[in-house]
């Protein structure tokens, strides 16, 4: 962990260099940058294990620079937000944001969610190796590949998203509670709200143009959670 990279996004320069300094503190190597174009691109540059990232920033917003780091790039995302409102934080958590701080935050805590971030797997637990491709008809998951694909057509998902799906998926027909969906994908260290699991669900339909009324894949039990529907084949 000593050696991981952290790139630091925010508008406020005071905030960078307070949070940077914590981390290099820790022994994490550091990169900073002020606005959205400009995370981007020492992103590409220098593949960071984490960004914190600001949701409010010149030239593209954090939400936007969080969709296109995960177009490209499986890296682990903590947003910062001054705004508590909870829309925001499930909006942020939708396009792959592992976890969220809001302003003012205690920078040991960050530091704390950053650890605690970057000891999770990618994953239900075990090797991608370890665990089989899944196909349910014209749907295919592949752990490998880390690639989901219906027909022939292949749905672009985060990694907490795909991570959701394989969860799912693995045990069909399985009743999983929100507060059991979080502990598989998002990890024990999770500090967030459970309505996230609802957000990326919600999201996982759409990709995979799964009709919430007559779900094909993942179906909803009121007052309890999800529930992968369909037999493997």
Same mark, same amino acid.
């Given at each position: 962990?000593?050696?991981?990279?952290?790139?630091?996004?925010?508008? &406020?320069?005071?905030?960078?260099?307070?949070?940077?300094?914590?981390?290099?503190?820790?022994?994490?190597?550091?990169?900073?940058?002020?606005?959205?174009?400009?995370?981007?691109?020492?992103?590409?540059?220098?593949?960071?294990?984490?960004?914190?990232?600001?949701?409010?920033?010149?030239?593209?917003?954090?939400?936007?620079?969080?969709?296109?780091?995960?177009?490209?790039?499986?890296?682990?995302?903590?947003?910062?937000?001054?705004?508590?409102?909870?829309?925001?934080?499930?909006?942020?958590?939708?396009?792959?944001?592992?976890?969220?701080?809001?302003?003012?935050?205690?920078?040991? &805590?960050?530091?704390?969610?950053?650890?605690?971030?970057?000891?999770? #797997?990618?994953?239900?637990?075990?090797?991608? #190796?370890?665990?089989?491709?899944?196909?349910?008809?014209?749907?295919?998951?592949?752990?490998?590949?880390?690639?989901?694909?219906?027909?022939?057509?292949?749905?672009?998902?985060?990694?907490?998203?795909?991570?959701?799906?394989?969860?799912?998926?693995?045990?069909?027909?399985?009743?999983?509670?929100? &507060? &059991?969906?979080?502990?598989?994908?998002?990890?024990?260290?999770?500090?967030?709200?459970?309505?996230?699991?609802?957000?990326?669900?919600?999201?996982?339909?759409?990709?995979?143009?799964?009709?919430?009324?007559?779900?094909?894949?993942?179906?909803?039990?009121?007052?309890?959670?999800?529930?992968?529907?369909?037999?493997?084949?």
């Amino acid at each position: 962990m000593d050696a991981a990279t952290i790139l630091v996004v925010d508008d &406020e320069q005071p905030i960078v260099d307070l949070v940077a300094s914590y981390l290099a503190a820790e022994g994490f190597a550091v990169q900073r940058a002020y606005d959205g174009p400009s995370a981007l691109t020492l992103a590409r540059a220098f593949r960071p294990d984490l960004v914190v990232l600001d949701v409010m920033l010149p030239g593209l917003d954090g939400i936007e620079v969080c969709r296109r780091l995960h177009q490209e790039t499986a890296v682990y995302v903590l947003m910062l937000t001054a705004r508590a409102d909870e829309v925001d934080k499930l909006i942020g958590l939708s396009v792959g944001a592992d976890d969220y701080l809001t302003k003012p935050f205690s920078p040991r &805590e960050l530091v704390a969610r950053v650890k605690a971030i970057l000891r999770r #797997n990618r994953g239900p637990a075990g090797k991608s #190796n370890d665990r089989p491709a899944l196909i349910f008809g014209a749907l295919s998951i592949d752990p490998e590949r880390r690639e989901v694909q219906r027909g022939d057509l292949l749905v672009e998902l985060t990694p907490r998203e795909f991570d959701l799906l394989y969860a799912l998926a693995s045990y069909p027909g399985r009743v999983f509670t929100r &507060e &059991e969906l979080l502990q598989r994908v998002w990890g024990p260290d999770f500090a967030g709200i459970d309505r996230v699991v609802d957000v990326h669900v919600g999201t996982l339909r759409r990709k995979l143009e799964d009709d919430q009324a007559e779900s094909s894949f993942v179906q909803t039990v009121r007052g309890v959670g999800y529930k992968f529907v369909g037999g493997p084949r």
